[in-house]
Each structure stands twice: as structure tokens, then as C-alpha cells.
């Protein structure tokens, strides 16, 4: 895998985690537009802020060899980026319409 299909995937993973947040926490929920939106910058947020601790794509793939725990790592934060991305959106919604 090249890195920037890693991180296509892990932008597609943010995406997933945000939707899934939505259907199960209704009160965050902007919708599928709104929650794609919300994760894909959660998801790319979370793993540029994170990602200097080793597991960016280009840590994945180092030396040409394919690193699965680190691809489980990056997946895993990818969601937690979407979920956190959604739960601060809706935040920072509620915040301006008071």
C-alpha cells in the first residue's frame, strides 16, 4: 500500500465513525452530509495531531515493508477523529445558537 492510500483509507474510516456516531448518539447527529463533513476533519485533525507518535502513513510503509499494528492504530484513531470531530461540531453548533 502507498501512503496516500492509507490515508484515503484513513479519512474513509473517519467518515464511518462519525456516521456510526451519528445513528447511535441522535442528539449529535448533522445528518449524512453533515457527519461526512465532521469526519473527515476530525479524522484528519486527530491523526495529523497524533500522528507524530509513529503511526502516519508514511511510518506505516517505511522501508517498503507494511506495518499491520500501526495501520490498526491509525484506523483506530482515524474513527475516534470522526466521533470527536462530530461531538465538537454539534458543540460549537449549540455554542453560536444560543
Known amino acids: 500500500m502507498t501512503e496516500t492510500l492509507i490515508s484515503l483509507i484513513s479519512i474513509l474510516v473517519g467518515i464511518i465513525g ?9 442528539k449529535y447527529s448533522f445528518g449524512i ?4 463533513i465532521a469526519g473527515v476533519f476530525g479524522s484528519i485533525f486527530l491523526i495529523k495531531f497524533f500522528g507524530r507518535l509513529g503511526f ?3 511510518s506505516i ?16 484513531v482515524s474513527s475516534l ?11 460549537i ?6
Open 18 to 26: 462519525a456516521i456510526s456516531a451519528g445513528f447511535v448518539f441522535k
Open 33 to 36: 452530509v453533515g457527519n461526512t
Open 56 to 58: 502516519n502513513p508514511q
Open 61 to 76: 510503509v517505511q522501508n517498503g515493508t507494511f506495518n499491520t499494528s500501526l495501520f490498526l492504530i491509525n484506523c483506530i
Open 81 to 91: 477523529g470522526g466521533v470527536f470531530g462530530l461531538i465538537v461540531l454539534k458543540l
Open 93 to 98: 453548533y449549540n455554542k453560536l445558537n444560543k
